[in-house]
């Protein structure tokens, strides 16, 4: 393994190796985002799923991993977290397997996605991102464009969360160049990544197409 890359040749966290490209010469949903204002300076807070860094045109807050609750759990949160790599805590209980919820790390499961496969297993990073200029985050699923020119694209990718059949998570917009922590490639589970499809039938036929992975885009403005 090279220092920027896994066993499988796929970039993995700490790589300069690949960003989405910005649509705006001017600026560079998913997931927590929320508008800020510090000393009278209007801005928005985003997170960047799948990637440990952001665009030029945003600053990092910090970079970290994903976790959530373990796939066959029925309790814990059921959104997914960005993680900084240097927790604080606090007074401690003693021992584990007390009384509490649980916080695993998150894995890619992409294993017969080829877009995407030589990620599988590896463990998920994210990075959180602040924009001055613009105080509305917006996620678009379904589409891999903003809605309009006026709109700046942060990043696009696709749509993912756990897979059907086990517990609920929330829908996240992971990065289309996504990354793998180093060293993080073995298969542990816990919080899963699954792409997801769209059923057509409730959502109208034609647009959506039975079989095809979602995109999705992260907006601002």
């Known amino acids: 393994m090279t220092d920027n890359y896994s066993e499988t040749g796929f970039p993995c ?18 997931g927590d985002r929320a508008s800020t204002n510090v000393n009278g300076t209007t801005g928005s ?38 993680l900084p790599l240097n927790p ?27 877009t ?5 297993d590896h463990d998920a990073v994210c990075a959180v991102c602040r924009v001055r200029s613009r105080g509305t985050v917006l996620m678009v699923p379904a589409r891999n464009e903003c809605p309009s020119t006026e709109w700046t694209r942060e990043y696009y990718g696709y749509l993912m969360s756990q897979q059907y059949n ?18 993080g490639h073995e298969s542990l589970d816990g919080a899963l990544l699954y792409p997801v499809e769209g059923r057509c039938g409730s959502l109208p036929c034609g647009p959506y197409i039975d079989g095809n992975e979602l995109t999705c885009v992260v907006c601002t403005i």
């Open 166 to 183: 086990y517990q609920k998570h929330d829908f996240v917009c992971v990065d289309s160049n996504l990354e793998g922590r180093i060293g």
């Open 13 to 30: 966290i700490g790589s300069a190796e690949s960003n989405n490209d910005n649509d705006n010469d001017d600026g560079p949903g998913s």
């Open 45 to 82: 807070v985003y997170v960047r799923w799948g990637r440990s860094t952001c665009e030029d045109t945003a600053e990092l807050v910090y970079e970290g991993v994903m976790g959530g609750a373990h796939y066959t759990h029925t309790g814990s949160g059921s959104n997914y977290q960005c």
């Open 116 to 120: 995407l496969s030589a990620a599988n």
């Open 88 to 114: 604080i805590y606090d007074d401690l209980g003693s021992g584990t397997g007390r009384s509490r919820a649980l916080m695993y790390g998150a894995e890619y499961q992409i294993f017969n996605f080829d």
